[in-house]
T-cell receptor, first 112, second 115 residues
Framework: GNSVTQMEGPVTLSEEAFLTINCTYT??????LFWYVQYPGEGLQLLLK?????DKGSNKGFEATYRKETTSFHLEKGSVQVSDSAVYFC???????????FGGGTRVLVKP | GAGVSQSPSNKVTEKGKDVELRCDPI?????LYWYRQSLGQGLEFLIY????????KSGLPSDRFSAERTGGSVSTLTIQRTQQEDSAVYLC???FGQGISYEQYFGPGTRLTVT
């Protein structure tokens, strides 16, 4: 079946540091890939997505590129802010289905 | 407009009791999903409703879990004879349709604690 593996946290960074959260997946066919974010006390929100190989999703300064050859969808941001402190989830949606399969989540803490 | 709402926000129950969790999707959204977020299992899919089609129940962990969606809108997730391992945050999501073009919007969740 489908699965998503992402790096465990917590990840602690200083403001303006570079952030990378690794995500790899296993799926049949051609899934769509997502990053969701859960800010403290809030619900899960879609951050960005990519629907086919080599697509780059971007939003709020975050980027992730769908790499089929390495089955990866790593999340990056060049200069993080305190407000980026949250839990980040990598997820996939299979070509034939509608449900999301999530990774375990990575907690990110950005210190001023 | 209003987002996905869930009630109650917190529920504490004794082992063996039944509980009902409610989800109000965004108006006009035809697809509705239930997920569970727990320490041991992460975020996992439970069940999916799309319009009048038969629901996809493939993620329900046992026959103690059931869900219904009345009138294509509100959904209730019922857990019978609750066990401690059922303690988790239950998330509901809805989307305007099925397929990749339609983003799933998540509610704030119901935190269930089984004592």
């Amino acid at each position: 079946g489908n699965s998503v593996t992402q790096m465990e946290g917590p990840v602690t960074l200083s403001e303006e540091a570079f952030l990378t959260i690794n995500c790899t997946y296993t799926a049949t066919g051609y899934p769509s890939l997502f990053w969701y974010v859960q800010y403290p006390g809030e619900g899960l929100q879609l951050l960005l997505k990519a629907t086919k190989a080599d697509d780059k999703g971007s939003n709020k300064g975050f980027e992730a590129t769908y790499r089929k050859e390495t089955t990866s969808f790593h999340l990056e941001k060049g200069s993080v802010q305190v407000s980026d402190s949250a839990v980040y989830f990598c997820a996939l949606r299979g070509a034939a289905g509608n449900k999301l399969t999530f990774g375990g989540g990575t907690r990110v803490l950005v210190k001023p | 407009g209003a987002g996905v709402s869930q009630s109650p926000s917190n529920k504490v129950t004794e082992k063996g009791k039944d509980v009902e969790l409610r989800c109000d999707p965004i108006s006009g959204h035809t697809a509705l999903y239930w997920y569970r977020q727990s320490l041991g299992q992460g975020l996992e899919f439970l069940i999916y409703f799309q319009g009048n089609s038969a629901p996809d129940k493939s993620g329900l962990p046992s026959d103690r879990f059931s869900a219904e969606r009345t009138g294509g809108s509100v959904s209730t997730l019922t857990i019978q004879r609750t066990q401690q391992e059922d303690s988790a945050v239950y998330l509901c999501a809805s989307s305007f349709g099925q397929g990749i073009s339609y983003e799933q919007y998540f509610g704030p969740g119901t935190r269930l604690t089984v004592t």
